[in-house]
């Protein structure tokens, strides 16, 4: 068995074969994954042209719909390409890249929500020191650290990786390049690298976690002491929602690093990898935001401005019809 192959590339075997079932959920994949992308999208020039929405909150959130909207296009577009043209193959560089980028998003999530739990923590706990306890300078440390954290994680992992012996065998059973994954394919002992993974893991998946669940709650409990069943039945519905996308997006980046080799299924990984690479950013633009009073005033008002904006040219237009037929009658 040929050891010599790092740099021959790799197949990636996809998600779907080519069945109805399959064509069915190949088109339901692409739609939720162009439905993040807008969503994202609309989100992010929302909070750039709305000057009500630029508070360490919605600049949070921003982040989040960014990380979120790279995040799909780093997975979907090499997805879809192979499956619609039956050209599967990636290149090993093209391989390490797609890792590097994948942690970089998905690590820095992990730390950005445990900031935006911070934030909803300090709104709600401490309303009157929320500007001294988020300001501006430590919103965008969080927000930066979330970043590099992410990139050096990504860059680590990746050419780890890589830096393996791959035997002949270069069909990766999965619909894009995740570590664990490519793994499977190394012909030497990987056990050094599974625990440097493991560690890696406790310090980018559970640790955000573990501060992300102490925030929500003191929450929780704070909301429990308000006086206003109205106010707390609403902080509940908020704080469930929220809870219910960090538990999804966590729980599965957690059962796809942190188990062991041996335990993997190679159908399992898929479902749970395309949960938080496809789903979950379709997700949090809906939950975190779009059920936002001030968001949804502030689309209401481009729409409304933009709909203005489409009248006002369509009544120049008629305007300059009616002249011109005017004159060609006289």
Not at 89 to 114: D, H, K, V, W
Request: aromatic share 12%; with cysteine; glycine share 6%.
């Amino acid at each position: 068995m040929d050891r010599r192959n790092t740099t021959a590339g790799f197949i990636l075997l996809g998600l779907f074969n080519h069945t109805r079932v399959h064509i069915f959920l190949f088109a339901l994949v692409l739609t939720v994954a162009f439905n993040s992308v807008v969503g994202n999208t609309l989100l992010l020039l929302l909070i750039h042209q709305d000057r009500r929405l630029h508070t360490p909150m919605y600049f949070l959130l921003s982040q989040l719909s960014l990380m979120d909207m790279l995040l799909v296009s780093n997975v979907v577009p090499q997805m879809a390409a192979g499956y619609l043209t039956g050209k599967k193959s990636i290149s090993a560089a093209g391989c390490g890249f797609q890792i590097f980028f994948f942690l970089t998003l998905g690590g820095g999530e992990c730390f950005l929500l445990a900031a935006m739990s911070y934030d909803r923590y300090v709104a709600i706990c401490h309303p009157l020191r929320y500007p001294v306890l988020m300001s501006w300078q430590l919103c965008l440390r969080l927000t930066l650290a979330s970043w590099l954290l992410g990139a050096a994680d990504g860059a680590m992992q990746a050419a780890a990786t890589l830096s393996f012996q791959f035997c002949s065998r270069k069909e990766i059973d999965h619909f894009f390049c995740e570590a664990p994954v490519l793994l499977r394919l190394a012909c030497g002992d990987t056990s050094a690298f599974e625990f440097f993974m493991y560690i890696c893991c406790v310090l980018m998946l559970l640790i955000p976690f573990s501060l992300t669940l102490t925030s929500y709650g003191l929450i929780l409990t704070t909301v429990l002491r308000m006086r206003s069943t109205e106010a707390r039945k609403k902080a509940f519905a908020t704080c469930s929602s929220h809870l219910a996308v960090v538990g999804l997006f966590y729980g599965a980046a957690t059962f796809s690093y942190m188990r062991p080799t041996s335990s993997r299924s190679a159908n399992h990984d898929k479902v749970v990898s395309a949960f938080y690479t496809i789903v979950t950013p379709m997700l949090n633009p809906l939950i975190y935001s779009l059920r936002n009073s001030e968001v949804k005033g502030s689309l209401r008002k481009c729409v409304a401005r933009y709909a203005a904006l489409t009248s006002k040219d369509a009544s120049v237009g008629l305007d300059l019809a009616g002249g011109t037929k005017g004159k060609g009658i006289q």
